[in-house]
Structures are given as structure tokens and as C-alpha cells.
């Protein structure tokens, strides 16, 4: 694997861990509460990976595109079937891990981000561009591209999405993350663009967030219900 890469991954790690130390030690220097310090450096550390990434990935940037990947048109077409196809997966991962296994619908991890976006709007920018450039530069790019280098589609995109499903801290929807990056690794073979994955990446992210910042907490406990009603209905409980 090419040096830069290790740079990536040690990048994206640093910044994932950096909060534990700084935001502390802002929160003695400033007269900001820990909360707002939490929050204010986290959108920092978010920009300032984003930038050191994407000047480690230069030399992929500026490389000839893969032979046999997808001009503009079919791009567009890949990246709206694969919304649908990640919406799908995400559906269907669901329905196993409530039915199959008990699990609650709902995630922890989207909770306290929007609890975070509702304090800082401007943190939707984290949610909906940044962090899925990341992401899919990391786990599909990288992670992935070299796994599949010597193994075959489903372990490599296996193992690349536990990885990514480890890394957002809720292991009991792990198999909702695991499918989820599935699509994205099938879009990315497919049309040997990683822009298509970073762009479905961000719309359902940006739904989400739009999504839920257009209701309520009522509003939204009342389309779980539903959603647990279609769930019985389908299952012919």
C-alpha cells in the first residue's frame, strides 16, 4: 500500500481521537462551555483532516481514470440508483436486526448528531459533506481498493464494511452499516469512480439530517411506529 495512504489512515485517526485532548485543554484556556469547545473543535478537526487528505491523494487525483470507468452520464445514473440501492440494503438490515434480533430501532450515533446540528447548524456541513468524503476516501478507496487487490468482491468488501460499521460505535447495527457499505463498494467497482459512493454517501446523509430537522421528536417517534407496523404487516404478524 502506497506511504500516502498510511497518512490517510493515520489522519483520519488522529482526528477521530484529537478531541480527547484538545478539547479539555481549550475548555481551561477559553471561556466556552465543554459542550460548545466539544462541537467547535470537532468542525475543525473535521475541515483540517479534509484538507490534509485530499493533498495526501493528490497523485490519485491527478492520475488517468480507470479503463472502462463511467463518463459523466452514466455516473449521474449510478449515483441515483445507488440511493435507492443503500436506501434498500439500509431497509433490509433493518428489518433483520429488529425481526431476526431484537433490536431497537433508532441510533445513538444519529441522535447525538443531531442533537449537535441543533445547537451548531453549521455542523451539517461535518454530516453531509465532509465526513462522507472522508469516509468513503478511507473505507472504499483505500481500505477496500487494496483488500480487493487480492481477494475476491465479497471478502474485501466484507471486511472493509465491519470496519466501517466498528468505526461509527454502535456495534448492534453493525449489519445496517456492513450493508450499507456494501452498495457503496459495489458502486465503486462498478463504475471505478469514487466520486459516485461519496456522492450517495452525502445524500443520505443530507436527507437525514433535513429529514430530522423537519420534525419533531413526536413526528419522528410516530414514523418508527409506523415503520414497525409495516414491519408486522409484511412478516404477516
Same mark, same amino acid.
Given at each position: 500500500?502506497?506511504r500516502?495512504?498510511?497518512?490517510v489512515i493515520?489522519?483520519?485517526?488522529?482526528?477521530?481521537?484529537?478531541?480527547?485532548v484538545?478539547?479539555?485543554?481549550?475548555?481551561?484556556?477559553?471561556?466556552?462551555?465543554l459542550?460548545?469547545i466539544?462541537i467547535?473543535?470537532?468542525?475543525?478537526?473535521?475541515?483540517a483532516?479534509?484538507f490534509?487528505?485530499?493533498?495526501?491523494?493528490r497523485p490519485d487525483?491527478?492520475?488517468?481514470?480507470q479503463?472502462?470507468a463511467?463518463?459523466? %452520464?452514466?455516473?449521474?445514473?449510478?449515483s @441515483?440508483a445507488?440511493l435507492?440501492?443503500?436506501?434498500a &440494503?439500509?431497509y433490509l438490515? $433493518?428489518f *433483520?436486526?429488529?425481526?431476526?434480533?431484537g433490536?431497537?430501532? %433508532?441510533?445513538?450515533n444519529?441522535?447525538? @448528531?443531531?442533537?449537535?446540528?441543533?445547537t451548531v447548524? &453549521?455542523f451539517m456541513?461535518? $454530516?453531509? *459533506?465532509?465526513?462522507?468524503?472522508?469516509?468513503?476516501i478511507?473505507?472504499?478507496?483505500?481500505?477496500?481498493?487494496q483488500?480487493?487487490?487480492?481477494?475476491?468482491?465479497f471478502?474485501?468488501?466484507l471486511l472493509?464494511?465491519?470496519?466501517?460499521?466498528?468505526i461509527?460505535?454502535?456495534?448492534?447495527?453493525?449489519l445496517i452499516?456492513s450493508?450499507i457499505?456494501?452498495?457503496?463498494?459495489?458502486?465503486?467497482?462498478?463504475?471505478?469512480?469514487?466520486?459516485?459512493p461519496?456522492?450517495?454517501?452525502?445524500?443520505?446523509?443530507s436527507?437525514?439530517?433535513i429529514?430530522?430537522?423537519?420534525?419533531?421528536?413526536?413526528?419522528?417517534?410516530?414514523m418508527?411506529?409506523?415503520?414497525?407496523q409495516?414491519?408486522?404487516?409484511?412478516i404477516?404478524g
Amino acid at each position: 500500500m502506497p506511504r500516502r495512504y498510511w497518512y490517510v489512515i493515520l489522519t483520519y485517526i488522529i482526528m477521530q481521537f484529537s478531541g480527547f485532548v484538545f478539547a479539555p485543554l481549550l475548555y481551561f484556556l477559553t471561556p466556552f462551555g465543554l459542550t460548545d469547545i466539544t462541537i467547535y473543535w470537532s468542525m475543525f478537526s473535521f475541515v483540517a483532516a479534509l484538507f490534509v487528505v485530499l493533498w495526501l491523494m493528490r497523485p490519485d487525483m491527478k492520475s488517468e481514470p480507470q479503463r472502462n470507468a463511467s463518463g459523466a %452520464g452514466e455516473m449521474i445514473i449510478w449515483s @441515483i440508483a445507488g440511493l435507492f440501492m443503500a436506501y434498500a &440494503a439500509n431497509y433490509l438490515a $433493518t428489518f *433483520i436486526e429488529t425481526e431476526l434480533f431484537g433490536i431497537s430501532i %433508532g441510533s445513538e450515533n444519529t441522535e447525538m @448528531i443531531m442533537d449537535i446540528t441543533r445547537t451548531v447548524p &453549521a455542523f451539517m456541513i461535518v $454530516t453531509a *459533506i465532509i465526513a462522507p468524503i472522508l469516509e468513503e476516501i478511507i473505507f472504499r478507496k483505500i481500505i477496500f481498493g487494496q483488500l480487493y487487490k487480492r481477494w475476491n468482491f465479497f471478502i474485501s468488501a466484507l471486511l472493509s464494511s465491519l470496519v466501517f460499521g466498528i468505526i461509527h460505535g454502535e456495534p448492534e447495527h453493525i449489519l445496517i452499516y456492513s450493508g450499507i457499505g456494501f452498495v457503496f463498494a459495489f458502486l465503486y467497482v462498478k463504475t471505478k469512480r469514487i466520486i459516485v459512493p461519496i456522492i450517495v454517501h452525502m445524500a443520505m446523509n443530507s436527507i437525514s439530517v433535513i429529514v430530522q430537522l423537519a420534525l419533531d421528536q413526536e413526528d419522528i417517534e410516530k414514523m418508527m411506529e409506523q415503520m414497525e407496523q409495516m414491519q408486522m404487516i409484511l412478516i404477516g404478524g
